[in-house]
């Protein structure tokens, strides 16, 4: 789907804690830098459906398992993935996409680079059931 990139991310074993990466300016996908922060979602629950007009999102899940859904209004197209240590990419979403994620895992944690720091007159959010989507 246009407006998303799927970014294959690297991890790196030690015995003492492991480290995963996130991003890098030089990244596809990279749209600027706003603000960071981390966001938790319960199992089962659903946060969305919301659309950015300026901001671009960087997904990454940093503890359990998310499900991403990005829904584009203009060709009635979904796209979905999910992401998890197991599967650890980062999920791109170009502004003008609809996304909600489910929570799937316990204690489930994800975060997001956003290209702009939080304005909430720059993005519109709708109620879950006015998308139809199969969960």
């Known amino acids: 789907m246009d407006g998303v990139i799927l970014t294959p991310l690297k991890q790196i074993h030690n015995p003492k804690g492991d480290v995963f990466h996130a991003m890098k300016k030089s990244d596809n996908g990279f749209d600027g830098f706003g603000e960071a922060y981390f966001s938790t979602v319960n199992k089962d629950d659903i946060k969305g459906w919301k659309k950015h007009t300026k901001m671009t999102l960087n997904l990454v899940v940093a503890i359990g398992e998310i499900e991403f859904v ?33 929570g799937i895992g316990e204690n489930s944690m ?14 519109k959010s709708i109620a879950i059931d006015e998308i139809k989507y199969e969960w």
């Open 70 to 102: 990005v829904y584009d209004d203009v060709i009635n197209q979904f796209f979905n993935v999910r992401l998890s240590q197991n599967n650890y990419q980062r999920l791109t979403v170009a502004k003008g996409l609809w996304v909600a994620f489910r």
């Open 110 to 123: 994800l975060l997001n680079l956003a290209s702009m720091e939080h304005d909430p007159s720059e993005a």
